[in-house]
């Protein structure tokens, strides 16, 4: 893998960013954005559902974007509770279509507790994605999200033991979407998916391959 450290304009806002690209697969390539869990309680770029989800994707073919939201790690401004935020993920986007060797019709995003909800409340802004993939989505941002009456493909991935994000509460909500989505429970896992990272990567990278 190439891995080159970016950094990108958002709102104003500087941003830090990794983006890695195969460098023995001849492109163009899909890709990956894949936006971290809520930085009041550590969420980072380098978090380890984040990673793997990098990791495995890369392993697979894919080219792989993580980014720092604003006002955490080395990126720029103030943590707005996922207002503009949703600027972040576009401006993602953004960079990652004008990469040099990227499917700019096969990128996906995927997002994990807060990251999840950012993607579900700034969906309309993310046109340009082709699938995404939500890991431990809060309830009330799903409840909410612009997503439910999306057609594009979903999967979503939950711990079986998960309190924030409950199974059988997920599994009542999305089944009203529009495009009900697929749906991922991992036996024994909680809201931290502590040991089931890789789960987590091999999961939404198969889903991305369909």
């Not at 950094?7 to 460098?23: C, Q, R």
């Not at 559902?49 to 990791?55: L, N, P, T």
């Not at 495995?56 to 955490?72: E, K, L, Y």
């Not at 996922?82 to 019709?105: F, M, Q, T």
Request: hydrophobic letters at 35%; glycine letters at 10%; charged letters at 20%.
């Amino acid at each position: 893998m190439s891995t080159t450290s970016i950094a990108f304009k958002s709102k104003g806002s500087l941003l830090e960013g990794v983006i890695t690209t195969p460098h023995n697969i001849s492109g163009p390539y899909p890709a990956i954005i894949a936006c971290h869990s809520h930085p009041s309680f550590k969420g980072h770029m380098g978090e380890d559902v984040i990673s793997a989800i990098c990791r495995v994707a890369g392993d697979a073919g894919f080219a792989t974007m993580r980014f720092n939201f604003r006002g955490t790690g080395g990126s720029a401004g103030i943590h707005d509770k996922g207002k503009s935020e949703k600027n972040d993920v576009k401006s993602a986007l953004d960079v990652i279509r004008r990469w040099p060797g990227i499917d700019k019709n096969r990128i996906a995003i995927a997002g994990y507790s807060f990251g999840a909800s950012v993607i579900m409340d700034g969906a309309k802004m993310l046109r340009k994605a082709n699938k995404f993939a939500l890991i431990a989505p809060p309830p009330k941002a799903a409840t909410e999200s612009h997503l439910s009456k999306d057609n594009r493909p979903l999967l979503i991935i939950a711990g079986e033991k998960d309190s924030l994000s409950p199974p059988d509460r997920l599994r009542k909500i999305f089944s009203g979407y529009k495009t009900p989505p697929s749906l991922k429970i991992i036996e024994g896992a909680n809201f931290s998916l502590q040991g089931d990272e890789a789960e987590v990567g091999n999961t939404v990278v198969n889903f991305l391959q369909d």
